[in-house]
């Protein structure tokens, strides 16, 4: 099974302080990776897939990089809506999630 | 507007079993691939199946963990995704996700508001 781990667990930012978090697989998943982002009582929303592809309708401010086994998912300027969990998923074999990284508001 | 809509949650006693049903609506059922994430309270998403569209054979796949237990099906005529889950757990236990994933990516593009099981005597 495909590890994926996130750093850090938890990010205290401010609004319009930029974030960066970081997913990270035991093997390389190449480019089947996406991100989502989860607000409390939420479902989960689709941010990035393909490991660089936004999701349709979401903010240019979401971008995502990376390939084989370390991605980034870049929030280039925090809105108050963006304080939120996020988890990055691989579905190259299977699919398992990454444990979550939580943007909270610093 | 695409629209997923899960059924048959509920409480159930360990090593019983039970039935998900996800019927999907406002796009070509058919034409893509269907999956389940569930996630236990408080905690994080866990993936748990999926099966290929029609043309793709329609062949199914669980998370390792869980694929001696839980098995998905689909019937396109009905648009509706199943999911069987055998010899419940009380681990098993939490909010469950019916997705419509992305052809040949697996992300899930859309998700519906999920169905609850509880395992509990």
């Known amino acids: 099974e495909i590890v994926l781990t996130q750093s850090p667990a938890t990010l205290s930012l401010s609004p319009g302080e930029r974030a960066t978090l970081s997913c990270r697989a035991s093997?390389?998943?190449?480019?089947?990776l996406a991100w989502y982002q989860q607000k409390p009582g939420q479902v989960p929303r689709l941010l990035i897939y393909?490991?660089?592809n936004r999701a349709t309708g979401i903010p240019v401010r979401f971008s995502g990089s990376g390939s084989g086994t370390d991605f980034t998912l870049t929030i280039s300027s925090l809105e108050p809506e963006d304080f939120a969990v996020y988890y990055c998923q691989q579905r190259i074999n299977r699919g398992t999630f990454g444990p979550g990284t939580k943007v909270e508001i610093k | 507007d695409v629209q997923l809509v899960e059924s048959g949650g509920g409480l159930v006693q360990p090593g019983r079993s039970l039935r998900l049903s996800c019927t999907g609506s406002g796009f070509t059922f058919g034409d893509y691939p269907m999956g389940w994430v569930r996630q236990a309270p408080g905690k994080g998403l866990e993936w748990v199946g999926f099966i290929r569209r029609t043309s793709y054979g329609a062949t199914p796949e669980s998370a390792a963990s869980l694929e001696d237990r839980f098995t998905v099906s689909r019937d396109d005529s009905k648009a509706t995704v199943y999911l069987q889950m055998n010899s419940l757990k009380t681990e098993d236990t939490g909010l469950y996700y019916c997705?419509?994933?992305?052809?040949?990516?697996?992300?899930?593009?859309?998700w519906g508001q999920g169905t609850l099981v509880t395992v509990s005597s």
């Open positions: 997705i419509r994933e992305i052809q040949g990516q697996g992300a899930g593009e859309y």
């Open positions: 393909n490991a660089f």
């Open positions: 093997q390389t998943v190449t480019n089947h």
